[in-house]
């Protein structure tokens, strides 16, 4: 688990094919890896990774295909800055929200415009998952917990202070740019919980719609 609060930005140093999946090597940056063993998790980009190696400077890491197919890792080359992340413990503050490093889906920056210091951002998510996100709500882009300012539609914006541009990638963030998104963990378990007994049936085809919700007495008509 991550809370979201990027600890430093890295830089890929080596993405190297591997029996049909990619291991990759990260530059650290910053981040303090004399805690760090073999076999934890540090997030890259908001992605979970397992450090398999530790030369001193940096980690390598296995990426299977699931992590190339579902995520925009597959975008990264040597020389990409990428945001950083150690897993928590519990003494970590939890100044963002609780991330699982497990991505959702891949958004897209639809623009980016000035907003007195700070910068606006417009991004467009999968369609699938427009439903989890909410004004005021929490998100993740790139392993970075943000707060959701305004929706429309699968769209959302992000308004994004000095010091966190300052700190993680998206200073370097444009439109057409693909991002990692993870939403928030609880609205994904209330959904499942709202299935109650119908969890335990194939989902195929089917989920939480309006009309499953009228019937369970969750809307009024």
């Known amino acids: 688990m991550f809370t979201g609060i990027i600890e430093s930005i890295g830089s890929i140093r080596s993405l190297t094919p591997k029996g049909g999946d990619v291991r990759v090597y990260v530059e650290t ?11 934890d998790s ?8 397992t450090a398999v190696e530790l030369p001193g400077d940096g980690f390598w890491a296995d990426v299977s295909r699931e992590t190339l197919d579902c995520t925009a890792f597959s975008d990264l080359k040597s020389g990409s800055r990428v945001n950083l992340e150690k897993a928590l413990t519990p003494t970590t503050r939890l100044g963002g929200h609780l991330v699982s490093g497990h991505v959702d889906g891949v958004g897209e ?9 700070a910068i606006q951002f417009r991004v467009r ?36 202070v000095p010091h966190t541009l300052a700190e993680t990638i998206m200073a370097d963030y444009r439109a057409g740019r693909r991002v990692n998104l993870e939403v928030d963990l609880l609205a994904r378990y209330l959904e499942r919980l709202l299935l109650g007994d119908k969890a335990a049936e194939s ?9 499953f919700l009228a019937a369970n007495g969750y809307l009024k008509s």
């Open 125 to 160: 998510a999968p369609k699938e998952l427009a439903k989890y996100v909410a004004h005021k709500g929490s998100i993740t882009v790139d392993g970075t917990s943000l707060t959701v300012n305004a929706v429309d539609g699968a769209e959302f914006e992000l308004t994004i």
């Open 109 to 117: 920056i639809i623009s980016r415009s000035d907003n007195a210091r």
């Open 29 to 39: 940056g910053k981040l303090d890896l004399s805690d760090v063993k073999l076999g």
């Open 203 to 211: 989902t195929k085809g089917s989920g939480i719609t309006e009309s």
């Open 42 to 49: 540090i997030a890259v980009n908001g992605v979970c990774l």
